[in-house]
Structures are given as structure tokens and as C-alpha cells.
């Protein structure tokens, strides 16, 4: 019998989240961390695996009156998310090791829910079948609802409720669509299925396939975030720990960019053109919005979050321009996204527990008292704005290449969201760590990076720094995803014309 790689790679930390349950108090964070790395070990197995050719999908009936399969498959794109995930998650926990919080939001229950949350991650990168992905896309709102009003800021409980119906909203509204490809599939099927291998390529009527497209679309776009209804994201990393912020925007916020592809382009592909006009202007508006209130942002978590949706921008952008450049770079953005917004989150959260305030105006000169974690947030914010020779950059030369390829006057505006993430970036880094250190710094700075500080960070800056110089170890598993994409669009890449020269 062959080994479900698959199931179990999300049965791992589900387990894990189930142990936490026992009364093991002093023990929760050893155990939790035990799972997270057994986890990650699963995963690195898994991606050996697919990197051979193993077949790893497994499909077994689950509900067969609706169509319903516990259906698991994996290609490139589900792998660097997958990765992203298993990585992340333990270097999560060793950042939020000394976490405390009053009550009954103990240590222990926060790290059962980021086992829980990591299974139901992976478990939604890894579905196959259109309803069991909208359950586990609709399930990892419950761990993520709890970290964040449970732990974190004193306006806690409001950001989790905002969160919480703005996500709900989004789901209701694709929930529909779920619906509908049920009673069409038993239509032009001659039975029901959510299979993803039986609904690619089934001709549905024109109005009906851009209805439902649009029905998950709406879904990924609160998701993602995009302007206009990207509102609760800076309220929730605002309030809620750097590791829930880590989480929140470095993996559950993939899911967006991530369903776009998969369903939205993958099962309706006409539907996805007739939308790209829309999807590019939301892309190009999320892209400078977010710089501009990155620049104007007076909190630093709120000027990551804003960054983020800057990010999101570039990576709905990549998408819809419809080429191999933008799509592969799309995929290659959520990857680097997620490292580098982490380092950058976990800096942040360094920052703010020394001074006690995430204000900018109460930090300065903090590089001459603790130049390591100075040092430290300089590298991150450098990978959010795209340096040549890290990793965000190939990702983000990508998307504006696809973009210019298709459309110049697009990535001519996008570009002016590359030179916005200098400012904001610089700007902070200016405002927060040079000059004379100020009275308040000296006080509370008396320590620069711990150890454990420093097994959070180094390993993120080690893999942006990998992936920058070397891409194509990402790129190769991501490219047959990107041909895959672009043969159910029906679309080629554009040709450039010829000079007399060269006729």
C-alpha cells in the first residue's frame, strides 16, 4: 500500500492541534514546536517526491449524491505554498515563544490554533475538488478569528469581528457559485461533481460561467486584499500579534492570488478575459493605494499591512496580464511575499516589544544601540521594495515584463508603485533607525538581537537571499503550473514585431 503523502502532510499538525488539548501546560510549546517541524520534514519529503515524478493525488468518493470527493493533487504552484506554509509556521511559533496573555487565551491555545490553521492551509492549497476546497477555505477563518481576538492588542476582539465578516461575506457570495457549478455540472455532466478534472474545459453558457467566475472572484478579491475591500487588514495586523500578523497576510491571504489561477482561470477561462480589464485597474489602484498609505502611515503594523496590499497588487496584476512572465512571476511574488512580509513582520514585532509602541515617531537612532536588529530591518524592508539580488525582485521583474508585453501603458503605471516602495521603505528606515539615538531608545534598547531573534530571522533573509540569486530552483516547478494555466486561457504570449532587419 502506497503512503497518502498528501493527507498526511495535513494530518500532522491537525494531530498536533488535538495533543495541545491535554493538560501538558509547560510542554505546549515543545509539543507544538515538535509538530511543526515533523510538519516541515513531511513536507520537504512531499516536495522530493514531486520533484521525481511521484504521483502523489489521491481521490476517494466522500459524498457521492453531491459529486463530492476527498480529491488531493499537487503541481508547482501547490507546492510553493505548501513550503511557504510548512516553513513558516515553525518559525512562527519560536518568534512568539515568550508570548503570554491573561485568562483563558493561554500559550497553549495559541498554538493549537496555528496547528490547526496550518492543516487546514495546507489541506486548502492541496484540494482537487471545488467543495471540499470552499470548506477548508472557509474553515481556516475559525483558528485565524480566535488568534487574533484572542491574543494581541486591546481592540482585539472588534478587528476579529471585522475580519471575521468581511471574509464571511466573501465566502457567502462564492458559496453560491459552488452551488451553481453543482446543478450545471449535473447538467452537462449527466451527474454532479466538483472534481476539478471534470470541470475543466466543461462549455457552460457564456452568462452562466462569467456568473459563477464572478461569485469566486469576489471571494479571492477580500481575500487577496484588494482595494476597495481591503479595509480589515490593517485593522487586524494592528491588533493582533506579529505571528497571527505573519499567518494572516504571508499564507491565509495566498489563498486569493492562489484560487485566481486555480479556479478562476483554470474553470473559467473566458469568463477570467472578460473580467482581466477590471482586474487590471483594481490591481494598478491596489498597487499605488497601498504605497501611498504605506508613505502616510504613522504605526508600523499598519504600514506592513499597507505594503502588503501594494503587494497584492502586483500579484493580481501578474495574473490577468495573461502571460507565462506575469503568471509564473505572479506564483513566484506570493512565495517571496511570504518570506519576506514575514521577516519583516517578526523585525517589527522585535521593535515594538522592546519600546513598548508601534508608533514611527517614538523610535530614533535605534541601529546605533542595537545595530543587528537595525540590520535586520533594513534587509526586509529592502526585499519589500524589490532589491536587486533579492528574491521580490525576479518575482516582481516579472509581472511588470509580462505586463509591458501585453500592455506598456500598464506596467508604466505599476512601475510607479516600485518607486513609491522606496519611499515608504527608506522613509521608515530614516525616521526609526538613523540619527542621534533618542533618550527613549537608549532606555528601552539595552538589548540587540537575541539568539532565538536570530533563529527567527536569519533562516527568512537565507531563503530571500537563495531565491534571488538562484530563482530557478523555484521557477522550475513553477513553470509547467504556468503552461498548464495558460493552454486552459487559450491564450499564447505575445509576439514583438519584427524590425525590417530582422523580416
Given amino acids: 500500500m502506497t503512503i497518502p503523502w498528501l493527507t498526511l502532510l495535513g494530518l500532522v499538525p491537525l494531530v498536533g492541534a488535538i495533543a495541545l488539548m491535554l493538560p501538558i501546560k509547560e510542554l505546549a510549546r515543545y509539543l507544538g514546536m515538535f509538530f511543526a517541524l515533523l510538519t516541515l520534514v513531511v513536507g520537504v519529503v512531499v516536495a522530493a517526491l514531486y520533484v521525481n515524478g511521484a504521483s502523489l493525488g489521491i481521490q476517494v468518493p466522500w459524498m457521492p449524491t453531491f459529486g463530492a470527493w476527498w480529491a488531493l493533487n499537487l ?96 465566502g ?89 489561477i486555480k479556479f478562476c482561470l483554470g474553470l473559467f477561462p473566458e469568463a477570467s478575459q472578460w473580467a482581466a480589464p477590471v482586474m487590471v485597474i483594481l490591481a494598478l489602484i491596489s498597487i499605488i493605494y497601498g504605497a501611498l498609505a504605506a508613505i502616510g502611515s504613522s504605526d508600523l503594523l499598519r504600514l506592513v499591512a499597507y505594503t502588503s496590499v501594494s503587494h497584492f497588487g502586483f500579484m493580481v496584476l501578474g495574473i490577468y496580464t495573461f502571460t507565462s512572465a506575469g ?25 515594538i516589544s522592546r519600546r513598548g509602541s508601534a508608533k514611527v515617531a517614538e523610535f530614533g537612532g535605534v541601529e546605533k544601540v542595537t545595530p543587528v536588529l537595525a540590520g535586520f530591518f533594513l534587509v526586509a524592508g529592502l526585499s519589500g521594495l524589490a532589491l536587486p539580488g533579492l528574491s521580490s525582485f525576479v518575482s516582481e521583474f516579472m509581472v511588470l515584463a509580462g505586463a509591458w508585453s501585453r500592455t506598456p501603458w500598464v506596467a508604466a503605471v505599476a512601475v510607479i508603485g516600485t518607486v513609491l516602495a522606496a519611499v515608504y ?18 532606555k528601552h534598547f539595552t538589548v540587540d538581537a537575541t539568539a532565538r531573534e ?10 530571500i537571499l537563495l531565491l534571488g540569486f538562484v530563482p530557478s530552483l523555484a521557477l522550475n516547478v513553477i513553470e509547467p503550473t504556468t503552461r498548464t494555466t495558460m493552454s486552459q486561457i487559450g491564450v499564447t504570449d505575445p509576439v514583438a514585431p519584427l524590425g525590417e532587419e530582422g523580416k
Fill in 75 to 170: 503541481d508547482g504552484m501547490g507546492l510553493m505554498m505548501v513550503l511557504l506554509t510548512v516553513v513558516l509556521v515553525p518559525v512562527v511559533l519560536l518568534a512568539e515563544w515568550k508570548l503570554t496573555s491573561p485568562g483563558r487565551w493561554t500559550p497553549q491555545v495559541f498554538v493549537g490554533l496555528v496547528l490547526l490553521l496550518e492543516s487546514l492551509s495546507i489541506y486548502t492549497f492541496l484540494a482537487s475538488d471545488v467543495l471540499l476546497f470552499y470548506l477548508f477555505f472557509e474553515a481556516t477563518l475559525i483558528p485565524l478569528y480566535f488568534l487574533i481576538g484572542g491574543f494581541g492588542g486591546p481592540q482585539r476582539a472588534a478587528a476579529a469581528l471585522k475580519f471575521l465578516l468581511f471574509s464571511l461575506a466573501g
Fill in 172 to 260: 457567502l457570495v462564492m458559496l453560491v457559485s459552488v452551488i451553481g457549478l453543482f446543478v450545471w455540472s449535473a447538467r452537462l455532466l449527466g451527474k454532479p461533481s466538483y472534481l476539478l478534472t471534470d470541470l475543466i474545459g466543461v462549455a457552460m453558457p457564456t452568462d452562466v460561467a462569467r456568473w459563477l467566475m464572478v461569485g469566486f472572484l469576489v471571494a479571492f478579491i477580500v481575500k487577496a486584499p484588494m482595494v476597495p475591500v481591503h479595509t480589515w487588514l490593517p485593522t487586524a495586523t494592528e491588533q493582533s500579534t506579529p505571528g497571527t500578523s505573519v499567518l494572516l497576510v504571508g499564507i491565509l491571504d495566498k489563498i486569493g492570488t492562489f484560487g485566481m
Fill in 327 to 351: 503568471i509564473s512571476g505572479s506564483i513566484f511574488y506570493m512565495l517571496n511575499h511570504g518570506f519576506s512580509t514575514a521577516a519583516l513582520f517578526l523585525v517589527v514585532g522585535f521593535l
Fill in 425 to 442: 521603505i527608506m522613509r521608515v528606515y530614516q525616521r526609526t533607525m538613523t540619527g542621534p539615538a533618542t533618550e527613549a531608545t537608549v
Fill in 454 to 463: 536570530k533563529w527567527v530571522v536569519v533562516p527568512l533573509v537565507t531563503v
